[in-house]
Structure formats: structure tokens, C-alpha cells
């Protein structure tokens, strides 16, 4: 990916699905969930300008750009038929899986529920009375809550804030007996105002943690462990006539809840991912499952189900058809990781 053109839905994996090729440019039909179905080079196609970093830090882009030789070069096996280590298939899966803008814009969205969640559970007084009853007995907690109340005098000089903490903890106890309605509005106000702040910053902390993780190694080595030790590889191949789909979702998950979800894991720790699919070609697919499930899934089906869970597009080597419409209609229509009712279900589980 030299350039500042980032290919976050690599062209080796788009390659396949061309329905023409002239010399090295090759040529996809687009699924757009706005618009009709159109023909483009690869080249154009499921890319951002400075994706994974702009140009005074190219670190990031340069790795994934290095990682991507053996990558291509597994899903060629692949379609050849030819024999290819279990390793690399799950290496292929983690680093498609981790690197698109699905998942990026999946992981940003997050944020807000998330903190919505808190700030509701943060304002409720009987948390903050909580708190200051146990200040009464919890040296550490009547610390920082004291402090807290020096700091709202003004600014002090440490040695004038420790000679006021002196001063305050042996009345702690009356303070917060005769001060407690004002002290818990205070309380809630702070929590408004930092719960504020981190809202405004959503997008941004979304967007590190997604560029936090791919530092770590780009074809996310941990994770293709993890998935060589505790799940199976194998390939599908579609029926004659039918064909697949790619998703700019890339991979796509089942889990044991039934729903279809981004190949990340889900946040329920009762949920477990059991099968992940990745077509690489119009009549090829790398199913990971574990080893106990058994679930079939026909090709439409499968098709529905990675539309479902792209953000805006899908490509194919075919240009149209009913079929392809019906496919186009169901981009977008799943939450990629939770919805914000399963986010905070989750959050105030007993």
C-alpha cells in the first residue's frame, strides 16, 4: 500500500472476485447499499487516504504492506487447490478480520452506549451516597474524597493542601453528616463534566484503540494462535451456479447466540464465537469453526449474512440479478459487535 491510498479491504483478496482483468488491472462489480451496481478497478475500491496513518508516521502502513506478500500469496495457494499450512489460514483470518473499516468504525461506535451507560449509573445519587459512607470506614476512599474538596477551594501549595487535609480528616465524619446533599450534587457534577469531555472524544478513542491494536502486529500473531489451537480449517466450494460474495466486512462470525456478528469475539462472555467465514474467490470459502460445531450454511444464506454485517458495500463478479438486490438490501442491517441495548444489559448485570 505505498502511497497515502490505504487498502483497508486488501486488492490481493479483491482479486479474485474480478469479472475482468487487462494486464494487471482488474475489474469488480460494487454492491453500494446507495447506489446501483457499478464496475471499478480494485485499485479504488476499499480504500481511504491515510487509513492507517498519515505521512509523517508511515510505521504502521509500511508493516501491514510487508505482512501482505504472505498473505496474497496464501490465498493464491488456496484458490490453486494447492496445500497450505494451518498457521497461515489463521493468519490470513486474524489480519482480515482486524484491519477494515468495519471494524473500525464498529469499535468507535461502541464508545458512546458505553458511556452512556456509565454516566447513568455514575449520576445515580445511591452510587455517590455509596461512596461516601464508605469513605467512613475505607482510608483510601476518605483520601481521595477529601482532597477532592480542597481542590474545589481553589489552588493550594502542597504543604498548604497537606496542613487542610490534616485539618479535615479527624472531622471527616461530621463534615459528611451535615454536608452530604451538597457533597453528592458536587459529586455528580464532576461526573457529568468528565463524562462530557470523554463523549466529544468518542471517535477519537475509538480510533486509537483500533490503531493501538494493529500496532501490536498487524497480522495479529497472538490471535492466529489462538485460532491454530482451538479451531478447524476448512474449504467450502460453491455449488455450480451459485457464487460468493466479499463483504467489506471482510470475515464474518457466528456465534452461539445464533447471530451473525464481525469475527472479533463478542463482548458477552456467555456468547462464544463458533464459526468465522472469509470467501477468496466466487467459488471458495475458509471456514474456522470449532471443532464441535456442525452448522450449515448455504451460500445465499452466507451471502445475507456477510452483506448484513458490511458497512456500505459488497463486491462480486456478478453485476446483477434479483438475487444480488435482495443481497444489496441487507447491507448494514446488523450491529457489527452489540447493540446499545445489549451494551447495557451487559454493563448492569448483576
Known amino acids: ?13 479483491q482479486r479474485p472476485f474480478a469479472h475482468r482483468q487487462s494486464g494487471k488491472e482488474f475489474y469488480v462489480y460494487v454492491h453500494h447499499f446507495a447506489r446501483k451496481p457499478y464496475p471499478t478497478n480494485v485499485m479504488n475500491l476499499g480504500q481511504e487516504r491515510d487509513f492507517y496513518g498519515g505521512p509523517g508516521d508511515t510505521t504502521l502502513d509500511d508493516e501491514i504492506t510487508q505482512g501482505e506478500q504472505q498473505l496474497a500469496m496464501t490465498v493464491h495457494k488456496l484458490n490453486a487447490g494447492e496445500e ?3 498457521q497461515d489460514i489463521a493468519s490470513l483470518i486474524a489480519a482480515i478480520s482486524s484491519r477494515t473499516k468495519t471494524m473500525r468504525k464498529a469499535l468507535t461506535e461502541l464508545i ?8 447513568s449509573y455514575m449520576l445515580e445519587s445511591r ?18 474524597l477529601i482532597y477532592k474538596q480542597i481542590r474545589e477551594m481553589g489552588h493550594r501549595g502542597r504543604e498548604q493542601q497537606a496542613k487542610m487535609y490534616a485539618f479535615f480528616l479527624p472531622k471527616w465524619k461530621i463534615f459528611v453528616q451535615e454536608n452530604e446533599g451538597r457533597l453528592l450534587a458536587q459529586a455528580r457534577a464532576w461526573v457529568a463534566v468528565a463524562l462530557e469531555h470523554l463523549m466529544e472524544k468518542a471517535s477519537e478513542i475509538g480510533d486509537g484503540a483500533f490503531l493501538k491494536a494493529l500496532a501490536k502486529g498487524p497480522n495479529m500473531p497472538e490471535r492466529a494462535q489462538r485460532l491454530t489451537a482451538e479451531m478447524v480449517f476448512e474449504l467450502w466450494d460453491a455449488p455450480e451456479g451459485e457464487c460468493f460474495i466479499l463483504g467489506d466486512c ?19 462472555e456467555d456468547v462464544e464465537m463458533e464459526i468465522v467465514f472469509l470467501p477468496i474467490s466466487p467459488s471458495r470459502c475458509v471456514v474456522t469453526r470449532k471443532p464441535s460445531a456442525i452448522r450449515s450454511v448455504s451460500v445465499s444464506e452466507l451471502n445475507r449474512l456477510s452483506a448484513s454485517v458490511s458497512r456500505e458495500f459488497f463486491i462480486s463478479a456478478q453485476q446483477d440479478g434479483s438475487q444480488m438486490t435482495e443481497i444489496r438490501e441487507a447491507i448494514g ?18
Open 1 to 13: 500500500m505505498a502511497g497515502r491510498r490505504h487498502h483497508y479491504l486488501p486488492r490481493f483478496l
Open 112 to 119: 458512546p452506549p458505553m458511556l452512556e451507560v456509565g454516566r
Open 84 to 86: 497450505v499450512p494451518t
Open 250 to 268: 471482510g470475515t464474518v462470525g457466528l456465534f452461539t447466540d445464533g447471530k451473525p456478528r464481525l469475527a472479533l469475539g463478542s463482548i458477552d
Open 127 to 144: 452510587q455517590h451516597q455509596a461512596d461516601l459512607h464508605m469513605s467512613l470506614h475505607d482510608p483510601k476512599k476518605r483520601k481521595d
Open 333 to 350: 442491517t446488523v450491529d457489527p459487535i452489540a447493540t446499545s441495548e445489549e451494551i447495557a444489559q451487559l454493563m448492569t448485570r448483576d
